[in-house]
Nanobody, 121 residues
Framework: QVQLVESGGGLVQAGGSLRLSCAASGIFASINAMGWYRQAPGKQRELVATITSDGSTDYTDSVKGRFTISRDNAKNTVYLQMNSLKPEDTAVYYC???????????????WGQGTQVTVSS
């Protein structure tokens, strides 16, 4: 089982920055991709950014050039540096990872509990 614990959310003014962190713990053989999703009130959860185990990244168009995803494989931690924040970035941000509990197991999808990011105008 993999537990994901996020931190770093909060309230910030438009144009400001926040850095989210998500640490994976528990018993698992390997972690494949890690990523961040967000869900604003009344909207569906959407992908923000992903990063593979070898460092390849992908971003949704609305955050390109403003957000940077990174990971520390030794610490099983993924980060999301968010710059030039806008009110429309306000949402609950969820950490996600694909992991194998044992070497030959299939990949399972795991979620953190979410952290609130609020950007005031």
């Amino acid at each position: 089982q993999v537990q994901l614990v996020e931190s770093g959310g909060g309230l910030v003014q438009a144009g400001g920055s926040l850095r989210l962190s998500c640490a994976a713990s528990g018993i698992f053989a390997s972690i494949n991709a890690m990523g961040w999703y967000r869900q604003a009130p009344g909207k569906q959860r959407e992908l923000v950014a992903t990063i593979t185990s070898d460092g390849s990244t992908d971003y949704t168009d609305s955050v390109k050039g403003r957000f940077t995803i990174s990971r520390d494989n030794a610490k099983n931690t993924v980060y999301l540096q968010m710059n030039s924040l806008k009110p429309e970035d306000t949402a609950v941000y969820y950490c996600n990872c694909l992991a194998r509990r044992r070497t030959l197991d299939p990949l399972y999808n795991y979620w953190g509990q979410g952290t609130q990011v609020t950007v005031s105008s």
